[in-house]
């Protein structure tokens, strides 16, 4: 891991707790209207209808290509519209910026500002530059830069966020090392040229999800968390 | 000014010291290979013909756009020739990449740390992103992101690039105040919208050149550095 100059972090899953802030957040909006509906199943439903399944659909070319936040308004508003909660237009407004707010996982800040000793540390996600740079005032997280892959046309998988993001950080592929939670953005990275970094986060989904840990070698590294991987690459 | 959540810095001579960085670089090597070289005339020569001379005529379309870094490496090899000095390539590369670790004014990073708590703090320069990137670590600048003409594959004072950054922080442009010790720099983001700073950087270019310090009402405010701007805004 010698020539490795820059890590690339997904963000949602990977460094902070988008479940569990989503839910607080709606526990919060529910208590004050005295409303009782099922946050963790809204909060999940918001995560793979409004965002996964969309993004999905734009890089199959069945949709245009959006703001992640007019994704997770669009599918905000069907959402309360299913669990019949009416909330007047600026709550809604501060409910769907809860994404600019998740929590970093216990170890984000820590870890990373052990890794940033020796690398440079990037974002590398979905989420749009705006949303990614509030997000890190909110959690006080180290970044040297936020890259984006709106800043590539694209959304992860795509080819051309990898690329373009290692052209921007003047990075050869090798000299890159992609650290995610997901398998399939890792697979894409190394397809690319990237190292890369199998972050494990068993409750990403919740209690009820088992997120399986991938076998050793199956990627560079494969590590519990940002401790983990700041002492595995002796930072 | 209660509209404003974004600032958007110019970088050389603004947020860093160019002229004392390169001099005492310059000064360093010469020591090591025992030459005699007028460094300040050196620095000065790199930065007027080998950057600012060199963006002047890309954007007026008379030479393709290029990385700063080699913009920069050009004009060291033109220079180093012109003074007589033959350095090995490594150390040629080192010198160039003097650019990337500029030292900050005095009141930066504390300035800027207190501007962080209330605006979205950012780069917006012609340096590229890595090298921002590489400063700001360097330096212990506290951005909340980098932001760099090349992202709109422009040049300042070319709109294109206060636009594009107003768009990617999902600001309207009276809610960007750029922030420059030049006053071109902040002519061109008025014209586009923005809200402006001054900021006095009277050793700029040394001991003898005066810059003169515009009147105030000129811009929305004229600064000495950056405590007095976070004075001003009452952060």
Redesign the interface.
Known sequence: MSGVRALLFDVFGTVVDWRSSVIAKGEAVGKRHRVEIPWPEFADAWRREGYSQAIAQINLGEAPRQ?V?VLHRAMLDRLLARYGLDLPEDEVVDLNMVWHRLWPWPDSPSGLTRL?RRY?I?TLSNG???L???M??NGALP????LAA??FGAYKPDPRVYDGAAR???CAPEECMMVAAHEQDLQAARARGFHTAFVHRPREFGPGVVVPRPADGTYDFVVANFTDLADRLGV
């Open positions: 703001d936040d940033k440079t990037s749009d530059l705006h990614l740079t509030n890190a005032k970044w040297d830069c936020i709106e800043l921007l950080l003047r």
